[in-house]
């Protein structure tokens, strides 16, 4: 019998999400969670009768785990059907994309390539930055996850699959670090895109450039700071 939801999620948003959850099912118990070693130590009766809802999450579920929950597991994904992946929101910036948002999917052992159940999409503002565009990306997971979120806590067979599929290249770390590779015959254009892209130093890692074996790293000057104020999504 289906009457648990394992929230997998980071602190800021396991209140709120597990809220609305039992707002749609009072009788349902919520077991939250934001690291693996958490969601390995669930007893195996608890997986059989849960489902796993994942928010935002960089933790890839193992596939021993998604094997033994009986009501599956779905994720929330911060980018479109287009841009699968890690941190696509930087991705995006670099080509210039025109629309972004957030996926709904089931999860599969391979990350980003389940089934689509959701989609939430938006026009890119023109001279967005990789960290308003992350806002927007979580203000178009959050109105998926509430759109969904009746159906994820009372309903015990599967939601209904779209007729989208993934497309596009699979980002990953590695390919993050090598348009952080700055070369020496980069042309202005490129390196501008670059750093408009790449340059936040997600995870620590910034554009450098290495010149007679000394590396250089780039660092946003204050002026850029301030003539880039943060950009507040709408709700």
């Known amino acids: 019998m289906f009457d648990t939801i394992i929230l997998l999620t980071g602190p800021a948003e396991q209140s709120a999400l597990s809220a609305v959850l039992k707002s749609h099912n009072p009788q349902l118990t919520v077991h939250v969670v934001n690291n693996l070693p958490t969601l390995e130590a669930l007893e195996r009766r608890v997986l059989r009768r849960a489902r796993l809802v994942a928010f935002l999450t960089p933790l890839i579920v193992p596939q021993r785990i998604l094997e033994q929950l009986c009501f599956g597991a779905y994720n929330f994904h911060p980018g479109p059907p287009g841009y699968p992946g890690w941190v696509p929101s930087h991705f995006a910036i670099y080509d210039e994309a025109k629309t972004f948002g957030a996926t709904a999917h089931i999860m599969t052992a391979q990350v980003d390539a389940g089934p689509i159940i959701g989609v939430e999409l938006f026009d890119i503002p023109r001279e967005i930055g990789v960290l308003g565009l992350e806002r927007l990306a979580f203000t178009a997971a959050a109105k998926l996850f509430w759109a969904l979120a009746k159906a994820l806590a009372t309903q015990e067979q599967s939601l209904g699959q779209l007729p989208i599929h993934w497309c596009g290249r699979k980002s990953t770390r590695r390919m993050y670090e090598a348009m952080c590779d700055i070369p020496l015959d980069i042309t202005n254009e490129e390196l ?44």
């Open 192 to 235: 501008n895109r670059r750093v408009k892209a790449f340059g936040v130093g997600h995870f620590g890692t910034y554009p450098t450039i290495t010149v007679n074996g000394y590396r250089f790293r780039y660092v946003k000057s204050e002026d850029e700071k301030v003539a880039s104020p943060p950009i507040t999504p709408a709700v």
